[in-house]
Every structure is written in structure tokens, then in C-alpha cells.
């Protein structure tokens, strides 16, 4: 099977049918959409019932709430495609998203500009500049065999940019494409709540992101193109700090007094 697409559900139902929609519809066939139910208290779950009964590519997974990435792990470790495509229960595919995909030969597909800026002329700089914290897991398609036993941690954010760096620190070989997938920013989701949990998935995270990268520094040639990483990677974490950590500790001091502090 050429793509295995991956689904976290957690009290989704009031978007998720375009979701598996925009799934159903795609021209190109040979798929398979492993969605899981990540211990929802809405109708998730009739509605994931419904599509894997009209259609068998989709299977459902069930289990107790844990979180986005236990849910994708669990997908993870039943997936059987080339590649994998992970998409949020509240955003969508285009159309012929596969089909753009489906003669994907590098280890990482993304639909992010892989341009230089800042001057950089150097390949492997440019790279790892534009990837290293910008890659996701739902703006990218992931091969397999490349992410091989690498699992996302649980954290309640950030843990896919944890995951997508960790795959690409491994060696992988990324190549762009266009876009093919639709982000849906919405009031009350996963990435609008603040909370001191989460402050701490950042944090937590940062760290993760400082260690992969470091390593994968470390094996590359020649001292200048390691000392031109190290200032990139520096820039990077210095701005995590400043836009997230400290960012989501604000908010997450305000939150109560917003009534946004509760977890979902």
C-alpha cells in the first residue's frame, strides 16, 4: 500500500466527517486511513464506525484518552504504507493530495519552502535551517522505513515538531512539493489552550529539539558548516524560549482569569 493516513480523534465530531470526507475523495486509491478514537465522549466514534463500515480502507483504533501522540502511535505501529501522512480530524486533504505524492522518492515530502534565507548558500545549512523546528507532522509525509521505531513523545504540544525532527536528525532526505493540505486554525483547539502543563511540554521539547539537532551537527563535515549549524540552531532555540516558553508561561499566568485554562 502506497500511503497509510493517520487520524487522531479526540471529541471531533463536529468537523469530522469533512476530515474523512476530504480522505474518501482522494483520486488517487491505494490507501489505507487508520483513525483513533483517543477516548472521545462525543459521537467520534459512530461517525469512524460509519465510514470503516461504507468503506474498509478506513480502520478505527480505540483506547483510553491519552493524548495526540499516543493516538499516532498507535496508528503508527499498525501502518503497512510507504508513506505516511498524518492529518488533524479538524483540517483537510486537497483533492489530489496522494496523487501529488504518490511518486515521492525522498524520505521527507514537504510543502515547505526549502529556499535559503538569511544569506545561506550552503545545501546542507539551508536545509537543516528551514526544517529543524518548521517541520510538522502534518506538513510533511513521512517515509516509513525512514521513521522507522522513532515514536512521538507524549507531550501535550510540540510533540510532532519533536517527532519530525528526530526523522529528519536521522540522516533523512527531504525534498518540497506543493501544498496539499489544509490547516484549519479554530478557537478552542489543542494549540489555543495555556496552561503551566504545557509550558512544560515546551520547555520539555526545546530540549529534545537541542539534543537531535546537536548530534546531527556533530556528524557533519568540515568545522565552518558545524559552527554556521550551531549559530542556526542557537537562533532556533533562542526564539522557542522567547515564543513559546515564555510566551505560554504568560498566557498560561492570564489563562484563569480568561477562562482558558482548562485542558482538552
Known amino acids: 500500500m502506497r500511503f497509510s493516513v493517520i487520524v487522531p480523534v479526540y471529541n471531533a465530531a463536529d468537523f469530522l466527517r469533512a476530515c474523512l470526507d476530504s480522505v474518501a ?53 499498525r501502518a503497512v504504507g510507504d508513506y505516511l501522512v498524518f492529518v488533524d480530524a479538524d483540517d483537510t486533504l486537497e483533492p489530489d493530495a496522494l496523487l501529488s505524492l504518490k511518486n515521492a522518492g525522498a524520505d521527507i515530502v514537504t510543502y515547505l519552502s526549502l529556499d535559503g534565507r538569511w544569506g545561506i548558500t550552503d545545501t546542507c545549512i539551508r536545509i537543516f535551517d528551514r526544517c529543524v523546528g518548521n517541520l510538522l507532522a502534518w506538513n510533511a509525509a513521512y517515509r516509513r522505513e525512514a521513521v522507522g521505531e522513532i515514536r512521538f513523545p507524549n507531550f501535550p504540544n510540540f510533540e510532532d515538531v519533536v517527532f519530525a525532527t528526530a526523522v529528519f536528525c536521522r540522516g533523512a532526505h527531504v525534498a518540497s512539493a506543493a501544498r496539499w493540505y489544509d490547516h484549519r486554525a479554530r478557537a478552542g483547539s489543542a494549540m489555543d489552550q495555556y496552561t503551566w502543563r504545557r509550558v512544560a511540554g515546551n520547555f520539555k521539547a526545546g530540549l529534545m529539539i537541542r539534543s537531535l539537532a546537536a548530534d546531527y551537527i556533530s556528524r557533519q563535515d568540515g568545522w565552518r558548516r558545524r559552527f554556521a549549524m550551531r549559530l542556526v540552531l542557537g537562533r532556533k532555540l533562542l526564539a522557542h524560549v522567547v515564543l513559546h516558553v515564555a510566551a505560554y508561561a504568560v498566557r498560561a499566568t492570564l489563562a484563569p482569569l480568561r477562562g482558558r485554562g482548562r485542558e482538552i
Open 25 to 77: 475523495g482522494q483520486t488517487f486509491s491505494d490507501w489505507e486511513c487508520l483513525c483513533v478514537d483517543d477516548g472521545s465522549a462525543d459521537h467520534s466514534a459512530d461517525i469512524l464506525d460509519a465510514y470503516a463500515t461504507r468503506d474498509a480502507r478506513f480502520r478505527v483504533i480505540r483506547q483510553q484518552h491519552r493524548g495526540v501522540g499516543p493516538a499516532r502511535n498507535a496508528a503508527l505501529d
